[in-house]
């Protein structure tokens, strides 16, 4: 009887609500992190309105999912897209990996101000969704530019003020990137200044660390005290430990975010699955080498004495830190001054400069590449070992630390196109590192609930209609260092706000990605 009147009452509301799409037979991994279970969702306009059983329901599209994985759209944390969406709004690289949200702003390096940079991105008309932190060294940059020097106590005020109008334009948090410059000449108190602004908005604090190398334990510390003493969520972004004398350091870093957590600092993590970084050449260069920008660093480069520090620096950071013992480790990804560097490495190019490849005559190498505006590079430091374990770690979130490449152009690092599938197919389908349902939590339910997106990154009614129908015997990351101009496959079907952007693995001309902004931008104090 009971049902009997559930079946009316449900045939009674489909009458008048038809659904807009109505995926039907799915396996669904609602990104909680529990269980597969099987049912049907229901759509209309941007948001998932039913869910369970929905036979015959009325629906202006049906999609069949039987076999298939059904997950809440995945989240970056950690992109670097803000000149991609321009040139590729529909984001290719990511939504063919099942991304639906790009965080951008990371590293301490962000547009200022934040709100006219995200009007840009909104009338580019993404498919993606778009939000972004605001860069704490993009901030010092303003105030005080690549100054090596502490901040007068106006100096803060000003930076205050930045922040806290970034925050009203919708910042997710401050990032900072302490290894950079100019996040680099910072002390951990004026980070601890900035950070408090943005907790009395709710906002985070996410770092690209001072040290992931020798350091990478003290740094840790610093990233764990500054959400200590700001009264904020904190993150590791994309951890890893970088040099072999440094590998199995994740045994500690680990550690010290159990213990932190213990004591009741919201600490977490974010991480891509590759054994290699990117980043700018610069990385080979002390930092205060740099200080003053390119100009400064030409003159130190010809002065006899600081040019031999500067090199001795070099050869040690290729030995014991990102180059990873040997010149060949450093592969050059985008060289404006030359593309024909590009997919080259350090060793090569001291080669075929004439000179035999020793430590010394890479450091040459490496020096000459700056003077002309250096490249981005790709750095084969990490070690498999620290990467699974970092993974296993119920607070480690995915991030690719990627962007929207140039198709074809350049030797990018891979990860831009493959890291979420990657995760899915090398770590959980191969390697049984995580479940479905841990990975897919990693990516979208774990992501929002730390970004306070509260109406995604998880298959609930009343949530925003972010959906990927994936085939987990067949998603492949398909880029590699040699060719990353690869998408990724196996995602059937993509849904972005209610919208089909990938149907049966083409792209449709839908582009419904809205700019995000922290919720709600309004002082909770
Ligand atoms: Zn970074």
């Given at each position: 009887m009971a049902c009997m009147l559930q079946v009316i009452a449900l045939s009674f509301f489909l009458q008048i609500q038809p659904f807009d799409i109505l995926i039907q037979h799915a396996h669904i991994v609602d990104g909680s992190g529990n269980p597969w279970y099987s049912g049907d969702i229901g759509i209309k306009g941007d948001t998932i309105v039913s869910m369970g059983r929905l036979d015959g329901a009325p629906s202006k599209l049906t999609i069949d999912a039987h076999g298939l994985t059904v997950t809440p759209g995945f989240i970056d944390i950690h992109t670097h897209a803000r000149r991609g969406i321009f040139l590729d709004p529909a984001a290719q690289n990511y939504i063919r990996q099942g991304v639906t949200t790009l965080m951008e702003g990371q590293d301490g390096s962000s547009p200022l101000p934040l709100a006219p940079f995200l009007k840009q991105v909104a009338d580019a008309h993404p498919a993606v969704n778009f939000g972004s932190f605001v860069g704490q060294g993009s901030i010092r940059q303003q105030v005080l530019g690549l100054e090596n020097r502490k901040a007068t106590p106006e100096e803060i005020g000003k930076m205050k003020e930045i922040a806290r109008q970034a925050m009203l334009d919708g910042a997710m948090g401050l990032s900072s990137g302490l290894f950079y410059v100019p996040g680099n000449f910072t002390p951990t108190e004026e980070v601890v200044e900035i950070a408090k602004v943005v907790a009395s908005f709710g906002g985070m604090y996410i770092s690209h660390m001072r040290d992931e190398a020798a350091g990478v334990l003290d740094s840790v510390r610093e990233t764990i005290g500054i959400g200590e003493e700001g009264g904020l969520p904190t993150q590791i972004t994309h951890h890893k430990i970088i040099g072999a004398a440094n590998w199995g350091k994740s045994v500690e870093t680990l550690k010290l975010v159990e213990e932190a957590r213990a004591r009741g600092v919201d600490v977490t993590i974010d991480q891509y699955p590759y054994t290699a970084s990117s980043t700018g050449t610069a990385a080979l260069f002390p930092q205060w080498s740099q200080a003053g920008g390119q100009k400064a660093l030409l003159e130190r480069l010809a002065a006899p004495d600081e040019r031999s520090r500067i090199k001795a620096e070099i050869i040690q950071r290729i030995k014991v830190d990102r180059g990873g013992g040997d010149p060949?480790?450093?592969?050059?990804?985008?060289?404006?001054?030359?593309?024909?560097?590009?997919?080259?490495?350090?060793?090569?190019?001291?080669?075929?400069?004439?000179?035999?490849?020793?430590?010394?005559?890479?450091?040459?190498?490496?020096?000459?590449?700056?003077?002309?505006?250096?490249?981005?590079?790709?750095?084969?430091?990490?070690?498999?070992?620290?990467?699974?374990?970092?993974?296993?770690?119920?607070?480690?979130?995915?991030?690719?630390?990627?962007?929207?490449?140039?198709?074809?152009?350049?030797?990018?690092?891979?990860r831009s196109y493959g890291t979420f599938s990657r995760v899915l197919a090398r770590y959980v389908r191969?390697?049984?590192?995580?479940?479905?349902?841990?990975?897919?939590?990693?990516?979208?339910?774990?992501?929002?609930?730390?970004?306070?997106?509260?109406?995604?990154?998880?298959?609930?009614?009343?949530?925003?209609?972010?959906?990927?129908?994936?085939?987990?015997?067949?998603?492949?990351?398909?880029?590699?260092?040699?060719?990353?101009?690869?998408?990724?496959?196996?995602?059937?079907?993509?849904?972005?706000?209610?919208?089909?952007?990938?149907?049966?693995?083409?792209?449709?001309?839908?582009?419904?990605?809205?700019?995000?902004?922290?919720?709600?931008?309004?002082?909770?104090?």
């Open positions: 060949k480790n450093i592969v050059m990804a985008n060289c404006s001054f030359d593309p024909a560097l590009a997919g080259k490495n350090l060793a090569d190019i001291t080669a075929a400069r004439g000179r035999p490849v020793t430590f010394e005559n890479a450091a040459e190498t490496a020096i000459e590449i700056q003077q002309k505006g250096g490249c981005q590079a790709i750095y084969h430091a990490i070690s498999e070992e620290d990467i699974e374990r970092i993974l296993r770690s119920p607070y480690t979130m995915i991030g690719s630390d990627g962007e929207i490449p140039e198709f074809g152009h350049g030797a990018p690092h891979p191969e390697r049984k590192v995580l479940t479905l349902e841990e990975a897919v939590h990693k990516m979208s339910g774990y992501t929002s609930e730390r970004l306070r997106l509260f109406d995604r990154g998880l298959l609930r009614p009343g949530m925003k209609a972010d959906i990927v129908i994936l085939d987990p015997a067949k998603v492949q990351d398909k880029a590699d260092y040699a060719n990353p101009h690869q998408y990724a496959e196996g995602v059937r079907d993509l849904i972005i706000n209610g919208q089909v952007v990938i149907s049966n693995g083409q792209l449709t001309s839908a582009r419904p990605g809205r700019i995000l902004r922290a919720t709600p931008a309004v002082q909770v104090k």
